[in-house]
């Protein structure tokens, strides 16, 4: 399997399908274990391990693992006594490709009898849900502007979203790409910023970052007027020097 290619294949398949954001974080949980096992067929990913990863509680990781099983994009084994549960990736490249014929042989089918774009509109609809939809999710939302999010990064990262929430934890990283960070060390910093400044609301957050801009601007004002008038003090000077 091809780490970043099956990223992008379970990305675009969720343009066109929705998916509960647990399912969501246990696919990409589950990859990243995979790939730190070496891209092993089967592989073990004990419970403990997985709910660590995801935050997902006993019940809701057996619900998301469901999800994905009744998709076919993993298959799994339950331990035997004293042994981790067995995991199985399914590729969703060749998925994808399927899907992606399908679709337009359908779509050509029905466009063929109708006029109306009706599947176009559906095709649409989907699509902008499915992106609002990863938009909220933080796990989501990291690899599309950071890369590949590791185990140690993910616990971190569930850590904060708990601490402050999942919408907080994105305005941190819409914050440091907007100022050129790329590291979750940068992330880090902003959210431990806000913890200490007790924000728990994203509306709290903003407030701060506009007041924080706000006296940027005054200081810069100031020093720009202190700037201008010592200039101006020391162009008087000489002018009396050169009259002298």
């Known amino acids: 399997m091809n780490y970043l290619k099956e990223l992008n294949a379970f990305r675009n398949w969720l343009f066109l399908n929705e998916m509960p954001t647990g399912a969501i974080v246990l696919w990409h949980a589950l990859i990243s274990v995979n790939?730190?096992?070496?891209?092993?067929?089967?592989?073990?990913?004990?419970?403990?391990?997985?709910?660590?990863?995801?935050?997902?509680?006993?019940?809701?990781?057996?619900?998301?693992?469901?999800?994905?099983?009744?998709?076919?994009?993993v298959r799994y084994k339950k331990g035997k006594r004293g042994s981790a549960p067995i995991y199985e990736m399914v590729s969703l490249i060749n998925i994808m490709d399927q899907s992606g014929s399908q679709t337009s042989t359908e779509y050509d089918n029905q466009t063929s009898s109708s006029s109306l774009p009706i599947p176009k509109q559906k095709l649409n609809q989907k699509q902008k849900s499915s992106r609002e939809e990863q938009a909220k999710n933080p796990f989501i939302v990291y690899e599309q502007n950071f890369g590949i999010l590791r185990p140690i990064v993910r616990e971190s990262m569930i850590d904060w979203c708990n601490d402050l929430s999942d919408q907080i934890v994105i305005e941190a990283m819409r914050l440091t790409v907007k100022r050129g960070g790329r590291t979750f060390g940068y992330i880090e910093e902003i959210l431990k910023e806000w913890s200490d400044a007790k924000l728990v609301s994203i509306d709290q957050v903003r407030a701060y970052e506009m007041e924080k801009a706000a006296?940027?601007?005054?200081?810069?004002?100031?020093?720009?007027?202190?700037?201008?008038?010592?200039?101006?003090?020391f162009d008087e000077l000489r002018q009396e020097g050169a009259l002298s």
């Open 35 to 73: 790939n730190s096992a070496g891209w092993k067929k089967q592989f073990n990913a004990p419970n403990s391990v997985v709910q660590a990863l995801t935050g997902l509680s006993k019940q809701g990781l057996i619900k998301s693992r469901g999800k994905l099983i009744e998709k076919n994009f």
């Open 215 to 233: 006296k940027r601007h005054r200081t810069n004002s100031i020093h720009n007027q202190t700037t201008e008038n010592t200039k101006s003090m």
